[in-house]
């Protein structure tokens, strides 16, 4: 084990892991408690338009994934104003328009096709010093809005409507928080890719969901379990030489199930002694 | 009425409704200190828009709505209908009182034993202090509905607004909540939205029609001749094991309403 850690690409992953988990420990109890994980999604596939505009550009694809992202968040807010359409429609048209933009530009970009696949599932394994310093700026900043504003994030995303008769400014909470999400996908895409990045959002914080009810271990709970999973998917894909991101899921997904289980057999448990 | 009372809502000649459409035309309403005004309508006449016209949450196409700030508190605590709660949100009957603070301590504020001391004392008069640490979901309908009444309340109000706060709950609750209102009627107006105006007469002091623009009479004598007046077609019904019509000499005391 100590040789395997010898490696500098293994620690690079052993940082990048612990970072994400922070990140996806806020965002993704965030999102899950706001019912915002089909938004996130289509945020994180929009994203890819930008990815492809700045590739038959030559700028850096983060860059643009960040405008494209953040210009989706925002959009999706005006588009369902006034309830001209429904919000998971527009979530639907701006998920699908994203993704055939990004397409589009990568055929028109003479040459050197990059690996799609990397963008979808990423590889931790190749995650630069530079990508790591982006994600240790997103994950003290995304800590330090939560601790700051730690209570009105969660008055404000229980009951939006009630914020607003309280004259705080409830609308530049959720817009920021809007912001953040789509910083945060942004910034984990290269390092574990779209769909890592939706499950690891989601996943531990449902987990985390089974066993509290609270706002505040439910963030620390899910990113302890988002680091494990991590952690353990790497260390098993080394073993069976199979792709990380993939099995990070199947691993998430196996510590859910398991997790029912055990909920299941203590309430069975639980009824048993008072027969 | 009491005419020196102190005036704390002012609605003048507000016209308010969705996009384009406008719901409600020439609403004027003055609200003072120790009024309970009982808000009835027929479905679709704009009692929910009218609320929203209230607590701020729509700006009007004309006229204002002004609140007459008198010091302290909040200027008004509001409690939806137990419906709009998202029960699966994971926050604690304690937290969901607190957030009736937010206006208060603005987004930086800190809650401190202060704070929760307070919160506590609003849950043991509405008779929940043991369901504190216990999250949403756990609640049953009144006890949740109790919890909101808590949140409306902690930043004592000069004015509560209710919206329907009789569904949801069962009859024990709802008989313990009118009850409860009257007592707070004492420090504080209220305005409570309903659709089950047969019981509502018996606590309120006045009562407003809404069906298109707000009729408001200072009494709380309703009779079909007056609803017809007031353009407010809804029938005088209580709730019994056989749905009847209110005849109209019906007295209005609680005896007639047992539920």
Not at chain 2, 95 to 101: D, H, K, M, T
Not at chain 2, 108 to 123: D, M, Q, T, V, W
Not at chain 2, 212 to 224: D, M, P, R, V
Request: net charge positive; hydrophobic share 50%.
């Amino acid at each position: 084990m100590l040789e395997f850690f010898s490696y500098q690409f293994i620690q690079n992953a052993f940082w990048a892991s612990i970072l994400i988990s922070i990140v996806a420990g806020f965002i993704g109890t965030y999102i899950v408690a706001r019912r915002l994980v089909f938004l996130s999604g289509g945020i994180t596939h929009a994203s890819f338009g930008g990815i492809g505009i700045a590739w038959y550009f030559g700028i850096n694809p983060i860059l643009g994934a960040s405008v494209f992202s953040v210009l989706t968040a925002l959009g999706l807010e005006s588009l369902t104003k006034g309830k001209v359409l429904r919000e998971d429609s527009a979530i639907g048209m701006l998920w699908s328009l994203g993704m055939a933009i990004g397409i589009f530009f990568v055929f028109l970009t003479p040459g050197y096709a990059p690996n799609l696949m990397s963008y979808l599932f990423g590889n931790i394994l190749t995650i630069s010093m530079a990508d790591i310093q982006l994600l240790l700026v997103l994950a003290l900043v995304v800590t330090l809005f939560f601790v700051v504003f730690y209570n009105p994030i969660l008055f404000i995303s229980f009951d939006q409507d009630y914020a607003q008769t309280q004259h705080v400014p409830a609308k530049f909470i959720s817009y920021t928080l809007k912001v953040l999400v789509a910083l945060a996908i942004v910034f984990s895409i290269r390092a574990i890719g779209i769909i890592l990045l939706i499950s690891l959002l989601t996943i531990p914080a449902n987990i985390a969901n089974l066993f509290t009810k609270r706002f505040s271990r439910i963030i620390l709970l899910s990113g302890v379990i988002s680091f494990l999973s991590i952690v353990f998917g790497i260390v098993l894909s080394f073993k069976l030489n199979v792709p990380s991101g993939a099995t990070i899921i199947i691993a998430l997904m196996l510590f859910y199930l398991i997790a029912k289980v055990v909920g299941w057999l203590r309430l069975i448990i639980y009824k048993e002694t008072f027969k | 009425m009491e005419e020196n009372s102190k005036l704390i809502l002012q609605v003048s000649k507000a016209a308010v409704g969705y996009g384009k459409e406008v719901v409600l035309r020439d609403v004027s309403l003055e609200v003072f200190e120790n009024d309970f005004i009982g808000i009835i309508g027929p479905n679709g006449g704009g009692k929910t828009t009218l609320l929203k016209l209230l607590i701020g949450q729509l700006k009007p196409f004309s006229g204002e709505v002004k609140y007459i700030a008198n010091g302290g508190g909040s200027l008004f605590g509001y409690l939806p209908q137990a419906g709009q709660i998202d029960k699966n949100f994971p926050i604690t009957v304690m937290e969901v009182v607190l957030s009736g603070l937010l206006a208060n301590q603005g987004l930086f504020g800190r809650y401190g034993i202060k704070h929760r001391k307070n919160a506590l004392e609003y849950l043991k008069m509405a008779g929940i202090e043991h369901l504190k640490n216990k999250s949403i979901g756990e609640l049953s309908g009144g006890q949740l509905q109790r919890t909101l009444l808590c949140r409306a309340l902690i930043s004592d109000p000069k004015l509560l607004i209710l919206d329907e706060p009789n569904t949801y709950v069962d009859s024990k609750f709802e008989g313990e909540l009118y009850e409860l209102l009257k007592e707070l009627n004492k420090r504080m107006a209220i305005i409570m939205v309903s659709h089950d105006i047969g019981t509502i007469t018996s606590y309120v002091k006045t009562i407003a029609c809404v069906n298109g623009s707000l009729f408001y009479h200072k009494s709380n004598q309703i009779s079909t001749q007056q609803l017809a007046a007031y353009n407010c077609p809804i029938q005088i019904i209580a709730h019994g094991p056989v749905p009847h019509t209110v005849l109209l000499d019906h007295n209005h005391n609680e005896e007639g309403h047992k539920h």
